[in-house]
């Protein structure tokens, strides 16, 4: 399908994943409250061995409508850049550890913070792994993207005050996931070719 003159892919493995992600947030967000809080990462519990759940389940409730629209925005912007990266299943394979990377981020590098909900971690982690991809193929615009993400990890690390509400603990370590699962990707290419 051609729109605004760019090719938008329309098969089923180029759209099937991404939109079930979409999906899967946006249920989740229609879940009752109680049931919201459940998911969310308590990092004392966390801690003390309970819940582990949470260090998955964390990364997939929201916060508001609003937290979800932004995080869904991401996904969308991300699956435009990068559609070659996200056809079929495969590539999703690693999200998980991107998710889990994330949140042990967040609770080892971030006490102040009780409760985490979002999936902007794991979005961090996908621009990353998806641009370094880019590059290590030599498509330059991932140059461009990769360094915007870690560029806004650093300036978060350095500059936001600890009172800020945004996540960027969980923010490197998604990113971090991301750049890890991506040179693993590129070397287990190389000894399968």
Same mark, same amino acid.
């Given at each position: ?5 760019? &090719? ?6 180029? @759209? ?6 979409? $999906?899967?947030?946006?249920? @989740? ?24 759940? &949470? ?42 550890? @991107? ?7 967040? @609770? =080892? =590098?971030?006490?102040?913070?009780? =409760?985490? $909900? ?36 650093? =300036? ?20 971090? $996931? ?16």
């Amino acid at each position: 399908m051609q729109v605004l003159g760019f &090719q938008i892919p329309t098969s089923r493995d180029a @759209i099937a994943p991404t939109l079930s992600v979409m $999906a899967i947030l946006t249920l @989740i967000m229609l879940l009752p409250g109680t049931w919201q809080d459940a998911l969310k990462l308590n990092r004392h519990a966390v801690l003390e061995g309970q819940y582990l759940w &949470q260090l998955i389940t964390g990364q997939l409730v929201h916060h508001s409508w609003s937290h979800l629209a932004l995080n869904l925005l991401g996904l969308m912007v991300c699956w435009a850049l990068f559609i070659d990266h996200q056809r079929g299943w495969q590539r999703w394979l690693g999200v998980p550890v @991107i998710m889990l990377s994330s949140s042990l981020a967040q @609770i =080892f =590098f971030d006490p102040d913070v009780r =409760f985490y $909900a979002g999936f902007s971690g794991t979005l961090y982690g996908l621009f990353a792994y998806c641009a370094l991809i880019d590059v290590i193929n030599k498509r330059w615009l991932g140059v461009l993207i990769l360094a915007g993400v870690i560029g806004k990890v650093i =300036f978060d690390l350095i500059y936001l005050p600890e009172l800020s509400g945004l996540a960027f603990a969980a923010h490197t370590g998604g990113v971090v $996931a991301g750049l890890v699962l991506a040179f693993l990707c590129k070397i287990l290419t190389l000894n399968h070719s």
